[in-house]
């Protein structure tokens, strides 16, 4: 049983208790904490789960996760309230993308209820890893399902592990906080247009590491990928979705059946249409074409959570968007305040989105 159950005092966590970071200056990486979530699917059932201490996985040689990239994973953040409550934002929604993800990878669905106990229990057993309020950092929640056991050839697993590791993290690109990152149109494409693009396998990924690589020698934080069809259309961002504001008090999306569809992305075109009262749509969105009318440009996700983009590069050259892309726009300036808000429970929940988590 963890040390750290009840010891709420007062607003907040008792100080002595939390492990001492430097939360203001976390990056985005892995840190080991005290406590992982384990469920084991056999025999064409889930065991409960059960907390463990021990980071390592001890995994197969002939596993199809190694070999087939029988894998997938989702990532969610928990934080702390300024009232001291500890708040996810719509996991049930983490949840059912990664029933969708299973689905397409022919993997046993992790139940609704398991996958809200996994994420629970592992927030709550790591509770004095979660930043405090204020400090701009959150607990990263990465929920990971793989096909484990022997397999050699190309059929799925007969067992499967459901983890859930959480990770005290801060700003996902090194710019950090709410300041403006740019992006770089890839040569290579991301997702087929029936292929996997709109489902959070771990496969869709790698293949961006050299994308990104490329994209970061032109001076872009990541790269930015176009329909593989024509290579025309936005698509996504390695690892987030894409808003564009235009005039008319206008937000819109890329609509495609390639990217991932964003948690993030989903609230935030809500937000802008109840609270701002903006047209919001999703749709196509030609580059070259629509770039002229761009007026501010972000990347949106659960890591990236809003990020503004003063530049994309294409076609040998940047494009800027608001003051000369020197600037944060005041749309998705009040985009990020306000989302950031309801996820810190700052705001009123009108929505019903945020999710205390029992400490
Ligand atoms: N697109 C990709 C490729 C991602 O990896 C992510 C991150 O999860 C997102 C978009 C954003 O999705 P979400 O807002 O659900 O985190
Ligand atoms: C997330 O935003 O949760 C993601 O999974 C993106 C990942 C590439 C860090």
Redesign the pocket.
């Known amino acids: 049983m963890p040390p750290f159950r009840n010891f709420k005092e007062g607003s907040d966590l008792l100080a002595s208790a939390r492990k001492a970071l430097d939360w203001q200056n976390l990056g985005f990486e892995y840190t080991k904490t005290d406590y992982r979530f384990s469920a084991v699917y056999e025999n064409g059932s889930w065991s409960e789960g059960e907390l463990l201490t021990s980071e390592m996985i001890q995994i197969h040689e002939g596993a199809p996760a190694l070999h087939y990239a029988q894998q997938c994973f989702e990532?969610l953040k928990a934080q702390t309230a300024k009232d001291g409550r500890v708040l996810l934002f719509r996991p049930e929604l983490n949840a059912q993308r990664m029933q969708n993800t299973a689905e397409r990878l022919s993997m046993p669905a992790v139940p609704e209820e398991l996958f809200i106990k996994g994420v629970m229990q592992a927030v709550s057993a790591n509770q004095a890893w979660i930043p405090p309020y204020g400090s701009g950092a959150s607990l990263y929640i990465r929920p990971l399902l793989i096909g484990v056991g022997e397999n050699m050839g190309l059929k799925p697993a007969k067992r499967y592990e459901f983890r859930v590791i959480v990770s005290p993290v801060g700003p996902y690109y090194k710019s950090g906080g709410l300041s403006l990152i740019s992006l770089a149109v890839s040569d290579f494409d991301r997702a087929a247009p029936h292929g996997t693009g709109d489902i959070?396998a771990g496969a869709?990924y790698p293949g961006g590491l050299y994308a990104t690589r490329k994209a970061k020698e032109l001076g872009a934080n990541e790269a930015l990928y176009l329909d593989a069809a024509e290579h025309r259309y936005l698509e996504?961002a390695?690892?987030?979705?894409i808003l564009v504001s235009m005039a008319g008090n206008k937000l819109v999306t890329p609509k495609s059946a390639a990217?991932?569809p964003?948690?993030?992305?989903r609230s935030i075109m809500t937000i802008a249409a109840e609270d701002l009262g903006m047209e919001t749509e999703e749709r196509a969105i030609d580059l070259r074409k629509e770039v002229g009318s761009f007026e501010e440009v972000a990347a949106?996700?659960?890591?990236a959570v809003l990020s503004p983009v003063g530049k994309i590069w294409f076609d040998d050259h940047w494009h800027h968007f608001y003051a000369n892309g020197e600037e944060v726009g005041p749309i998705m300036q009040k985009l990020y305040d306000l989302l950031c808000q309801l996820q810190s429970g700052e705001r009123e929940d009108k929505y019903g989105w945020t999710r205390e988590v029992a400490l």
């Open positions: 990532g959070k869709n996504e390695g690892s987030a979705n990217i991932l964003s948690v993030t992305r949106c996700g659960t890591a």
